[in-house]
């Protein structure tokens, strides 16, 4: 069920008693959704670890039965108990430490065999989810998911849950063997479990908000570096260092004391451990030493007593380390957990229809739009563009024109109405028929590490270099391209940094030209230029819109000219539809907007 677009929980720290247990459930369901493909090595690790720890509680045992048995019979000239002693020590040892491996070996391919599968779900997941999502949720809380918070959950499955299922074998078994050497000795070390218990349930209940902070703050952190650096341009324009060194100081330092009082809760639970497996050994040794001294106890077996007694709390200390890690893993799969409940708004149909050759006529019949479930921002409209119509959209800035585009592309669904392509619903269209006969172009005119050419193939996989090549010379990019240091292999590092804006936005319609899709939208693909890099992707513009179905949105009027129709979009709504010339001589908004920029020019 999904949350909103990840939002609704994300900073609630104090969630309610049910919202806590929904939120575990979740959790523990998608933990278990990740070992279930693995349950023959899990199976397989239970029973190396039985055996091993099972091997590990039986020396003290072999230590009793040296001294009180194996020693005797040596002074009588009996090697033989001894001797059988040395052996049973000694397979008992080979045992434990090869069985030991195989368990750490076993446990560490099925955490990064689950660690794996959670990445790719991860990733897979937020690329399915929908434009709004990604518009709601910040690009620093998407990476911390990514990192920091799989980080945490790596450590856990590496070596957290290893040592808590060895340690709490080791702990039953030595306790068995405690119980078999004098159930006196047994009763000690059982009752020390209700003072430990008591304090993990301390330790519980106090860590659990501060784990939980502990992600959110985290991802806070993340974020604001993520945002400074990718708007570094922007920071040194208005010289925000400053400024953004307090922000980033103030969230680091609210992360500094976040840790601190996580430590600080993890410093009372180790030494409280600690000091119960101290004040239990001692209260056996004494009872031990008395009943020593009346007869009623051998010595090896309590030397033996002594050590199962230090032994059976060891495990106890690494099972608060993990008891530690296990308190920052669970904030950071509730958070993974609930990233991966949130379902796309958009989504393919179950038995999608299929447009093999699309010739680009689409219309809108009582369209209604609104974001989730706020207001309604598109009211009902009628709307038909013949295919091979250039249509241009002008209108003030959010007026509903860049909408109008992203519903052609299907980055969002109608809320009622319908929308076809070539009279078939476009909701119900096969995403790969829909992406290769719909193609949108940006402002931002993104470019992906890698080389020119790669950049230009992702509008048709697989094209050849000569389909490349004959692509970017249709839109005038062939030129450029060939100048630039190891022409179309040269790599545009970082969004295109090698390039400028007017020779990105050339590569991306040479994409967009070697798509060859039936509908092609431009959404202020010209708005950043400057005037030569307008005329370059003008001319550019002119072989890219063909006779194909285009709408082009724009603030310039210059890229209308070449518009069969134009649509004014004011409030949501279209208030003027017609030929250029038509609008003009209507004398309405567009004609304003025509004169303004005839104005501007001269």
Same mark, same amino acid.
């Given at each position: 069920?999904?949350?909103?677009?990840?939002?609704?929980?994300?900073?609630?720290?104090?969630?309610?008693?049910?919202?806590?247990?929904?939120?575990?459930?979740?959790?523990?369901?998608?933990?278990?959704?990740?070992?279930?493909?693995?349950?023959?090595?899990?199976?397989?690790?239970?029973?190396?670890?039985?055996?091993?720890?099972?091997?590990?509680?039986?020396?003290?045992?072999?230590?009793?039965?040296?001294?009180?048995?194996?020693?005797?019979?040596?002074?009588?000239?009996?090697?033989?108990?001894?001797?059988?002693?040395?052996?049973?020590?000694?397979?008992?040892?080979?045992?434990?430490?090869?069985?030991?491996?195989?368990?750490?070996?076993?446990?560490?391919?099925?955490?990064?065999?689950?660690?794996?599968?959670?990445?790719?779900?991860?990733?897979?997941?937020?690329?399915?989810?929908?434009?709004?999502?990604? &518009?709601?949720?910040?690009?620093?809380?998407?990476?911390?998911?990514?990192?920091?918070?799989?980080?945490?959950?790596?450590?856990?499955?590496?070596?957290? /849950?290893?040592?808590?299922?060895?340690?709490?074998?080791?702990?039953?078994?030595?306790?068995?063997?405690?119980?078999?050497?004098?159930?006196?000795?047994?009763?000690?070390?059982?009752?020390?479990?209700i003072p430990i218990t008591v304090l993990f349930i301390w330790y519980q209940k106090r860590s659990e908000?501060?784990?939980?902070?502990?992600?959110?703050?985290?991802?806070?952190?993340?974020?604001?570096?993520?945002?400074?650096?990718?708007?570094?341009?922007?920071?040194?324009?208005?010289?925000?260092?400053?400024?953004?060194?307090?922000?980033?100081?103030?969230?680091?330092?609210?992360?500094?004391?976040?840790?601190?009082?996580?430590?600080?809760?993890?410093?009372?639970?180790?030494?409280?451990?600690?000091?119960?497996?101290?004040?239990?050994?001692?209260?056996?040794?004494?009872?031990?030493?008395?009943? /020593?001294?009346?007869?009623?106890?051998?010595?090896?077996?309590?030397?033996?007593?002594?050590?199962?007694?230090?032994?059976?709390?060891?495990?106890?200390?690494?099972?608060?380390?993990?008891?530690?890690?296990?308190?920052?893993?669970?904030?950071?799969?509730?958070?993974?957990?609930?990233?991966?409940?949130?379902?796309?708004?958009?989504?393919?149909?179950?038995?999608?229809?299929?447009?093999?050759?699309?010739?680009?006529?689409?219309?809108?019949?009582?369209?209604?739009?609104?974001?989730?479930?706020?207001?309604?921002?598109? &009211?009902?409209?009628?709307?038909?563009?013949?295919?091979?119509?250039?249509?241009?959209?002008?209108?003030?800035?959010?007026?509903?024109?860049?909408?109008?585009?992203?519903?052609?592309?299907?980055?969002?669904?109608?809320?009622?109405?319908?929308?076809?392509?070539?009279?078939?619903?476009?909701?119900?269209?096969?995403?790969?028929?829909?992406?290769?006969?719909?193609?949108?172009?940006?402002?931002?005119?993104?470019?992906?590490?890698?080389? /020119?050419?790669?950049?230009?193939?992702?509008?048709?996989?697989?094209?050849?270099? &000569?389909?490349?090549?004959?692509?970017?010379?249709?839109?005038?990019?062939?030129?450029?391209?060939?100048?630039?240091?190891?022409?179309?292999?040269?790599?545009?590092?970082?969004?295109?940094?090698?390039?400028?804006?007017?020779?990105?936005?050339?590569?991306?319609?040479?994409?967009?030209?070697?798509?060859?899709?039936?509908?092609?939208?431009?959404?202020?693909?010209?708005?950043?230029?400057?005037?030569?890099?307008?005329?370059?992707?003008?001319?550019?513009? &002119?072989?890219?819109?063909?006779?194909?179905?285009?709408?082009?949105?724009?603030?310039?009027?210059?890229? /209308?000219?070449?518009?069969?129709?134009?649509?004014?979009?004011?409030?949501?709504?279209?208030?003027?539809?017609?030929?250029?010339?038509?609008?003009?001589?209507?004398?309405?908004?567009?004609?304003?907007?025509?004169?303004?920029?005839?104005?501007?020019?001269?």
């Open positions: 069920m999904s949350t909103g677009y990840g939002v609704s929980n994300e900073d609630d720290i104090d969630l309610g008693k049910t919202e806590r247990l929904r939120v575990r459930r979740r959790s523990m369901a998608l933990l278990a959704s990740l070992a279930s493909p693995l349950h023959r090595m899990l199976w397989l690790t239970v029973v190396l670890v039985v055996i091993s720890n099972a091997a590990q509680a039986a020396f003290p045992l072999v230590i009793a039965w040296a001294i009180d048995w194996a020693l005797p019979a040596l002074i009588s000239n009996n090697p033989v108990p001894l001797g059988i002693a040395s052996g049973a020590y000694l397979v008992s040892a080979v045992i434990a430490g090869v069985l030991l491996g195989w368990y750490n070996l076993c446990t560490a391919k099925v955490s990064q065999a689950m660690l794996l599968d959670l990445r790719l779900r991860v990733f897979r997941h937020t690329q399915r989810l929908s434009l709004e999502f990604h &518009e709601k949720y910040t690009s620093g809380r998407i990476i911390s998911r990514q990192t920091s918070d799989l980080e945490t959950l790596r450590e856990l499955l590496d070596q957290g /849950v290893s040592q808590l299922v060895s340690g709490i074998f080791f702990i039953l078994f030595t306790l068995i063997s405690i119980f078999v050497l004098d159930w006196r000795s047994g009763l000690i070390a059982t009752a020390a479990g908000l501060v784990y939980r902070e502990s992600r959110v703050v985290s991802a806070r952190l993340i974020g604001s570096f993520v945002e400074t650096m990718t708007g570094i341009r922007a920071v040194k324009a208005f010289r925000r260092e400053s400024a953004n060194d307090e922000s980033y100081a103030r969230l680091a330092g609210e992360y500094r004391e976040n840790s601190i009082r996580s430590i600080n809760l993890f410093g009372v639970l180790q030494p409280g451990l600690v000091l119960i497996g101290n004040l239990t050994v001692a209260a056996v040794l004494l009872t031990g030493g008395f009943r /020593v001294l009346d007869g009623s106890l051998a010595v090896g077996t309590l030397v033996a007593l002594l050590l199962a007694s230090k032994r059976v709390f060891q495990p106890v200390e690494n099972i608060a380390m993990f008891y530690s890690s296990l308190q920052a893993a669970t904030a950071a799969l509730e958070k993974v957990s609930g990233l991966l409940e949130e379902d796309p708004g958009v989504v393919e149909p179950e038995h999608p229809g299929r447009l093999e050759v699309a010739h680009g006529a689409i219309d809108f019949t009582g369209a209604v739009f609104g974001y989730g479930d706020g207001p309604v921002v598109m &009211e009902r409209f009628d709307l038909s563009i013949p295919a091979g119509q250039t249509v241009a959209v002008v209108g003030p800035t959010g007026a509903g024109k860049s909408t109008l585009a992203k519903l052609i592309a299907r980055f969002y669904d109608l809320r009622s109405g319908s929308l076809t392509l070539d009279s078939v619903p476009i909701s119900q269209l096969a995403n790969a028929d829909l992406r290769r006969h719909v193609v949108m172009v940006t402002q931002e005119a993104f470019l992906f590490s890698g080389s /020119v050419g790669e950049n230009i193939a992702l509008g048709r996989p697989g094209a050849s270099d &000569e389909e490349i090549v004959l692509a970017a010379r249709a839109v005038g990019a062939h030129e450029f391209i060939s100048s630039l240091p190891e022409g179309y292999d040269t790599d545009v590092n970082k969004r295109g940094g090698r390039v400028s804006a007017g020779q990105r936005q050339l590569i991306s319609f040479a994409r967009a030209f070697l798509a060859d899709p039936a509908v092609l939208i431009l959404d202020e693909a010209t708005s950043s230029l400057d005037l030569p890099s307008e005329r370059a992707v003008q001319r550019g513009l &002119e072989t890219l819109l063909g006779n194909r179905t285009a709408l082009i949105i724009a603030h310039r009027l210059s890229t /209308v000219e070449t518009a069969d129709r134009v649509l004014v979009v004011d409030g949501g709504r279209i208030v003027e539809d017609g030929s250029p010339a038509e609008l003009v001589a209507a004398g309405g908004r567009f004609a304003r907007l025509h004169g303004a920029w005839k104005d501007s020019l001269s």
